[in-house]
């Protein structure tokens, strides 16, 4: 996996005092773009349906997922606004959907916190400094739980889980480079490339 050291982002503090890294356009908002398909600022569950095939995710994890998805996220996103049956996901306040149980690496406004990215390593890196295994993802994830957040529990789990089973190397670590890119969503473009270019070889 590429590293990211190169990525035009800019490092300030967060609100708790820790290093966020900041732009335009929040590193959450980041994430979740890639899989506004139209780019016109909403996710329909169509388009996160689309965004889950395009990292390879099969049909029916893609399904479950984006009906999941945009009904938990929806009206979140929407606050004031009439419920829509189409669940929209409303890109520019995805940070109002963050879910409870998680690592932190995400502050309030969506944006990357240095030091509880690097803490996730610090904490749980044990066979290897750089990459975790699937032990040490579960102990991280039991580690993150808030007692009685069920659905912090599920989402996190599920987020964590999905991310280890698509991009673990052969030998079944979820390399440092791997996570970080997950973060802004610059993993998913990478992996829709390599898709797209392994789909011509073909």
Known sequence: ???????????????DGNEAISSDQNVLQKHVAFFDRN???LVY????????RAIGCGLLL????????????SQKTRPGKFP???????VKNIQKA????????YDTEGRFVLSKFEEIFAKHARA??????????MGMLKSNRVPKDYKGWV??????????????DKNGLLHKDTIRAVYDGSLFEKMEKERMSAHKKA
């Open 1 to 15: 996996m590429a590293s990211l050291g190169s990525e035009p982002l800019q490092d300030k503090p967060s609100e």
């Open 155 to 168: 989402a996190s789990y599920t987020e964590w889980k999905i991310l280890y089973v698509l991009c673990k």
């Open 62 to 73: 893609s399904t479950v997922s984006a009906f999941l998805i945009n009904i938990a996220l």
């Open 128 to 137: 290897n400094t750089n990459a975790l295994t699937g032990d040490e993802l």
């Open 84 to 90: 829509s049956l189409l669940f929209p996901i409303e």
């Open 98 to 105: 963050k879910h409870g149980s998680d690592s932190g690496v």
């Open 39 to 41: 780019q016109d600022g």
């Open 45 to 52: 569950p169509w388009e996160t349906f689309q965004g889950f």
